[in-house]
């Protein structure tokens, strides 16, 4: 994972995974400060898979947790379109790191889907 700060605020995070499927794969998305409002967008896509989208909003990050509220769209395994609610979670674990969370929103219950921990790269 790659962040980068754009000089107007922008943010945008490079991902490049393998997961223990075996899958392999890059995301980008972009994080965009919406001001005065006072909220931050957020967007990702995945490369070469034009059926993936999600998306998603969140209050200023002021405590230890950051919450952003939004969707995901994709394809089935049997190529249908599907939309679930998305819940990205940020928590801060000090100056040089913080994890991340996605959870989804199935039958009346919130579920991690996966999680990251990030830490601040040494230069």
């Known amino acids: 994972m790659t962040y980068v700060r754009q000089p107007d605020g922008l943010i945008s995070l490079k991902t490049v995974f393998s997961a223990r499927d075996g899958q392999t794969g890059e995301f980008d998305e972009a994080y965009t400060p919406v001001l005065p409002a006072a909220y931050w967008s957020w967007k990702a896509s995945r490369l070469g898979r034009d059926d993936f989208a999600e998306a998603g909003t969140a209050g200023m990050w002021t405590a ?59 230069p």
């Not at 947790?65 to 089935?76: A, L, P, R, V, Y």
């Not at 940020?90 to 929103?105: C, I, K, M």
């Open 64 to 122: 230890q947790k950051w919450f952003f509220d939004g969707t995901i769209n994709q394809k089935s395994a049997s190529h249908v379109p599907e939309s679930h609610r998305l819940r990205m979670i940020y928590t801060w674990l000090g100056d040089n790191a913080f994890q991340r969370e996605f959870e989804v929103y199935q039958n009346g219950v919130w579920s991690t889907t996966t999680s990251s921990l990030c830490k601040r790269a040494s």
